[in-house]
């Protein structure tokens, strides 16, 4: 069975702190993904990866770092980690798959709900 | 710039009816690809249908299927017949061939089913 696995289901840490979240997926996706989720808001990019060491800017990268050293982990760092951070965090990977396709469809980890005190 | 707009925050439907879940999106691609997830309250990500830019019928997975009008550039999701266990959010997200796999996804719709 597919999967994607977040290293944590529940964190609290202290402003300041330097926090990583970790994900690990077991499919041999070329792509894992990072967001946010918020009441209202939905799910909002924070960063992606298409390739080992190759990351890109979502729509909400700021305070925070990605790190991809090895295919099937994508760790989220949070420098110095803020209130306004408080939210659950999904992981998910996908295929390249040879163009867009439902094989694209996206595979999510059970999400870290972080709180930051 | 992509965008994906859900404006349905929260809807009630009875149950046995069918329901539509809006999902408008905005890109400057030709070449797209629509996606429909549930989330129900135990939290996992559910992957229901998938309709490519270039398909010409609209997509259909059992009792979903995506009224797919890309004059428009809309995306509504139909749930024929509902049950109970259909009440969950629902998020639309899209993907742009021209984005290097980035996806994003709209605020979502908290659907309802009332028995």
């Known amino acids: 069975d597919v999967k994607v696995t977040q290293s944590s289901r529940y964190l609290v840490k202290r402003t300041g702190e330097k926090v990583f979240l970790e994900c690990v997926q077991d499919?041999?996706?070329?792509?894992m993904f990072w967001y946010r989720q918020d009441p209202g808001l939905g799910l909002r990019l924070i960063y992606f990866?298409?390739?080992?060491?190759?990351?890109e800017k979502g729509d909400i990268p700021e305070g925070y770092s990605v790190s991809r050293e090895k295919k099937e982990r994508f760790s989220l760092i949070l420098e110095s980690a803020s209130t306004n951070q408080t939210s659950m965090y999904l992981c998910?990977?996908?295929?390249?798959?040879?163009?867009?396709?439902?094989?694209?469809?996206?595979?999510f980890g059970s999400g870290t709900q972080l709180s930051v005190l | 710039a992509q965008k994906i707009t859900q404006t349905q925050p929260g809807m009630f439907v009875q149950e046995k009816e069918a329901v539509t879940l809006d999902c408008t999106y905005d890109?400057?691609?030709?070449?797209?690809?629509l996606f429909w997830y549930k989330q129900p309250s135990s939290g996992e990500m559910i992957f229901l249908i998938y309709?490519?830019?270039?398909?010409?019928q609209n997509a259909t997975e059992g009792r979903y299927s995506l009224n797919f009008q890309k004059a428009r550039k809309s995306a509504n999701l139909v749930i024929s017949a509902s049950q109970l266990g259909d009440s969950a959010m629902y998020f639309c997200?899209?993907?742009?061939?021209?984005?290097?796999?980035?996806?994003?996804f709209g605020s979502g719709t908290r659907l309802s089913i009332r028995p």
């Open positions: 998910a990977s996908s295929s390249t798959g040879t163009g867009l396709s439902t094989n694209e469809k996206l595979f």
């Open positions: 499919m041999d996706h070329e792509n």
């Open positions: 990866s298409y390739d080992v060491k190759m990351k």
């Open positions: 890109t400057s691609d030709q070449s797209y690809g």
């Open positions: 309709q490519g830019s270039y398909d010409e």
């Open positions: 997200a899209m993907r742009e061939y021209s984005s290097a796999s980035k996806i994003i």
